[in-house]
């Protein structure tokens, strides 16, 4: 029986000849395309000629590799060129694949070879991810981690995804919570006293989340040219968003369903109408143009960072004694108030933006309805 080929891109053993000169390393490499070929490399001592070898087999492997991977490649390098492949997403998309990667599974699957990612590794990781920072950011990574491993099957440094064979990331979710009516108008008037939040132009921020149920990135990212106040519209079509290595950008929304166009409560229009009363006084002085300026600018101009926004608003709430309010609650307390008023989950996943009526009902509110229209159910905010 003649002896086993070597493996794919592995090296056989080193053998070592005397030269007039010194000592000649020698060893057979099997190539990614399956052909065996001999380097060498000649020093004055033995020792020299096989640290020269070495060197030039771990310079030459990535070469020749053209980017394969294999079994006994680092998750590390697996994540890091899954992730360089990737194309056609948006950047809020990248920057969360980003987080998961360096935040939850780098750190605890980094050096582990990819033929030891087996179904248990994964399930046991992804378990302690939903206990430790909640299911939906396990199963971000386990969409993630599957990502990583089809690739790795496609170079056959996988038999098989094991994450396929992994059930569902299951727990128990925390329940939506939402606000009242009287809560809302609560919060709203607790604003206006508030001369740090007033001074932060939080309080007309506040009541247009209220009153649409934008997420914080989209509000930050409406222009004038957006609002239609004799119609009382708006439409929605760009966020602003933080970009890694780029700062702050203004994009057009990741999804055909995030470019909507919605009708306003009366009196948000109206509240719209005194800014725009103020922003034509300031555009005369300054010669701006007035549709491409932000509708909620920053404090000290230009676009609204909606993370620099999310911490002054995390203080707004807590002075108003909120302290548990993010962002999202005012889009799941606009869900629930048109479920509430026996609106649609379709007419509600319009006002969200979400594609699927899947995600509203089952985020944003517990029963289907049916009816359409939001604006009128929001002018019971009105104080």
């Known amino acids: 029986m003649g002896r086993p080929p070597l493996a794919l891109g592995t090296a056989g053993a080193i053998r070592y000849y005397k030269t007039p000169t010194g000592y000649r390393a020698r060893v057979l490499v099997r190539d990614h395309d399956g052909h065996v070929r001999a380097l060498e490399r000649r020093a004055a001592t033995k020792t020299a000629a096989e640290r020269a070898l070495k060197l030039a087999l771990r310079d030459r492997a990535p070469a020749l590799a053209r980017g394969e991977l294999t079994a006994d490649s680092r998750v590390s390098v697996l994540a890091e060129t899954w992730y360089a492949g990737l194309a056609n997403l948006s950047p809020i998309t990248l920057q969360a694949y980003r987080d998961r990667l360096d935040r939850q599974l780098l750190p605890r699957l980094a050096q582990l070879r990819i033929r030891e990612l087996s179904v248990g590794t994964p399930d046991r990781h992804l378990r302690d991810i939903a206990q430790r920072h909640g299911l939906a950011t396990a199963r971000m990574c386990r969409s993630v981690l599957s990502g990583m491993c089809t690739l790795a099957a496609r170079h056959d440094a996988l038999t098989q995804n094991p994450v396929r064979a992994l059930g569902p990331v299951t727990g128990r979710a925390k329940a939506p919570r939402a606000l009242t009516v009287p809560q809302l108008r609560q919060l709203r008037a607790a604003l206006t006293y508030d001369d740090r939040a007033i001074a932060r132009d939080l309080p007309d921020l506040v009541a247009f989340l209220m009153a649409t149920g934008l997420r914080v990135g989209e509000a930050c990212g409406l222009a004038w040219g957006a609002v239609d106040l004799n119609a009382g519209t708006i439409e929605v079509r760009t966020a602003a968003i933080r970009v890694r290595g780029r700062g702050l950008v203004v994009k057009t929304t990741k999804t055909d369903a995030g470019q909507r ?16 009363d103020r922003l034509d006084t300031t ?59 026996g609106l649609s989950s379709r007419a509600a996943a319009d006002q969200l933006g979400h594609a699927n009526t899947s995600m509203t009902t089952d985020v944003y509110f517990g029963r289907k309805v049916s009816a359409t229209g939001a604006a009128a159910v929001l002018e019971a905010l009105d104080a």
């Not at 166009?261 to 725009?276: E, F, G, N, Q, S």
């Not at 300054?286 to 404090?299: C, L, Q």
């Not at 608003?313 to 962002?327: C, E, K, V």
């Open 261 to 276: 166009t919605l009708v306003l409560p009366r009196w948000c229009v109206a509240m719209l109408h005194d800014r725009t």
């Open 283 to 341: 555009a005369s002085e300054d010669g701006a143009d007035h549709g491409n300026r932000p509708v909620f600018p920053a404090p000290l101009g230009g676009w609204r960072d909606p993370s620099n926004t999310q911490a002054d608003l995390r203080d707004a709430f807590a002075a108003a004694g909120y302290d548990w309010i993010t962002t999202h609650v005012f889009r799941k307390t606009v869900a629930t108030l048109m479920d509430h008023a």
